[in-house]
Structures are given as structure tokens and as C-alpha cells.
């Protein structure tokens, strides 16, 4: 796609658990547009199969621990030089259980990955792209941060402050050079992300969605692909609906 609309080339992004599922679709989308790709991932036997395919750089990350993430952004700058795109799609579901049956440690677990590790990503790149005045940040929420899903309360939390986040941050930085910092609210998409879940809580999920199926990553890829685009500079603060219909505001 390079020479085209909404190109990418020359730029660098990061797609953070990038080794499978959507971010692997988002990261080999930025890629055909021209972007050079860190695919980062807890997992780095998948994080390096993705990124050779696509002439990448293929690093282990856990977005969760501050040493792990400032290492791996230290690498990108080596091996790839200042970060124009993050992409935080790295995220767990956690366990399916009504509130009363959790341990408190569920809810750790899953605030350590889906909220402190979009901190700490956001943290470890907003200076550089301050500095620079460009940066386009894309966090990957979900569906369930706006509508609170049954036995998914960790999770469904933590995605309501993933929208927030991404609101505050883009406010900080608005009229600071051309940086914006968006999310998206995608409803359920078959990945391995719905085996870690309870059959009932899946199947509750589909049957919310009007359009009476379940979202394509290629479908998401796209719509990452336009909002971390230069073209896609008046837009800030904003939490994209990618949900069949679910979302109703
Ligand atoms: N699939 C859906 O239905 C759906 C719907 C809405 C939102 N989402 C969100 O989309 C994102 C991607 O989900 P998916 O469906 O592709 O799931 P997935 O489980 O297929 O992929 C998640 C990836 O994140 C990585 N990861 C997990 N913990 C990590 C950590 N601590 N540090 C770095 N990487 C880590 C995993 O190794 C994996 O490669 C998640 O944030 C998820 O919450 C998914």
C-alpha cells in the first residue's frame, strides 16, 4: 500500500502483544502500508515469528513490569529509531466468574496487564514523541468497557479505564504538535483470547451483537490502520465502536 492513502512509510510502530490474534493482524497492517513493526510480546517465540514475516523486529515484552517495557522500547530505538505509532493491544481476559466467586488476586492480575501496562507503554513513549511533536497512540478496549459484561468484572473495569486513559492522555498532550491518542471499543472477535473464557460468557457476548456475528481482525486492523495514520489528525480522545451495532453510545 506504500504511495497510497493513509500511508505509513517511513514511520515506526510498535504493536504490543503482537504475536497472535488482532494485534498480529494490526501489526502485518501497518506493515503492507508501508510502517516498520516491533512486534513486542510476553511471548517472543511468537513475537519473532510474526515480525520475520514481516521484516520486523520481534521482542519480548511483559507490558506489565516497567523494566520490561522500558527495555523493549530501548531496543526499538536501536534497531529501528524513534516511534511514531503505539499501538497497546496486549490484553488478558482474565477469569469468568460472577464477582463473589474471584479472588482478589484476578483482579490484580488483569489490572497489571490491561490498565498498568497501557500506562507504562504510553509512559515510556509520549516524551520521545513530545519532543518530536508527532505520535499517534491507538489502545485497544473493548465493547465490555462500556457495557460492564457479567463474570468478566476485572476485565470489563479495566477496559472502562482504558477508555479514560486514552481520553486524559489525549487531552495532556492536545495542541502539543500533531499527537492523538484514540481507542477502540471492539465487540467479540474469534481469536484464542475467547478460550481463556467460559462458554456461557462467549456465547452472552454474540448474542448482544445486531449484525448476529462476530468481528473479523481484519476488520479492526483497518480501522488501527486509519486512526494511527496521518491523515487521522483532527481526531482525539475518541473511543472507536467496532461492534456489529452492540454499542449504542
Ligand atoms: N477477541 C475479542 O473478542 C476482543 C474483543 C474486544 C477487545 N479485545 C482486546 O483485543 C486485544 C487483543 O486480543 P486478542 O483477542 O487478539 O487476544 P489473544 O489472546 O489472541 O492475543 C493477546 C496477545 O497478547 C499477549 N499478551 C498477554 N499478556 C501480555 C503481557 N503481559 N505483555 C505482553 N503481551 C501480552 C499474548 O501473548 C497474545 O499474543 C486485547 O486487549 C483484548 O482485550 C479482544
Not at 492480575?109 to 490498565?115: C, I, K, P, S
Not at 460492564?148 to 476485565?155: F, V
Not at 460468557?201 to 486492523?221: D, H, L
Request: charged share 20%; with cysteine; aromatic share 4%.
Amino acid at each position: 500500500m506504500p504511495g497510497t492513502f493513509f500511508s505509513l512509510e517511513n514511520q515506526v510502530a510498535v504493536v504490543t502483544g503482537g504475536g497472535q490474534g488482532i494485534g498480529e493482524g494490526i501489526a502485518r497492517r501497518l506493515h503492507a502500508a508501508g510502517a516498520r513493526v516491533a512486534v513486542l510480546d510476553l511471548r517472543p517465540d511468537t513475537a519473532r515469528a510474526v515480525a520475520n514475516s514481516i521484516d520486523g523486529v520481534g521482542l519480548e515484552c511483559d507490558v506489565s513490569s516497567p523494566s520490561s517495557v522500558s527495555r523493549a522500547i530501548e531496543r526499538v530505538h536501536e534497531r529501528l529509531g524513534p516511534i511514531d505509532i503505539l499501538v497497546n493491544n496486549a490484553g488478558i481476559a482474565g477469569r469468568t466468574a460472577p464477582l463473589w466467586q474471584l479472588e482478589e488476586s484476578d483482579l490484580d492480575q488483569v489490572y497489571a496487564v490491561n490498565l498498568k501496562g497501557v500506562f507504562l507503554t504510553c509512559r515510556a513513549v509520549i516524551g520521545e514523541m513530545l519532543d518530536r511533536g508527532y505520535g499517534r497512540i491507538v489502545n485497544v478496549a473493548s465493547i465490555a468497557g462500556k457495557e460492564g459484561n457479567p463474570t468478566l468484572i476485572p476485565y470489563s473495569s479495566t477496559k472502562a479505564a482504558v477508555i479514560c486513559l486514552t481520553k486524559a492522555l489525549a487531552k495532556e498532550v492536545a495542541g502539543r504538535g500533531d499527537i492523538t491518542v484514540n481507542g477502540i471499543s471492539p465487540a467479540v472477535v474469534q481469536t484464542k483470547i475467547l478460550e481463556t473464557m467460559a462458554p456461557e460468557t462467549v456465547s452472552y457476548m454474540v448474542s448482544k451483537i445486531p449484525m448476529g456475528r462476530t468481528g473479523r481482525i481484519e476488520e479492526i486492523a483497518a480501522l488501527v490502520h486509519f486512526l494511527v495514520s496521518r491523515e487521522c489528525s483532527f481526531t482525539t480522545g475518541q473511543c472507536y465502536d467496532i461492534s456489529g451495532g452492540r454499542a449504542t453510545y
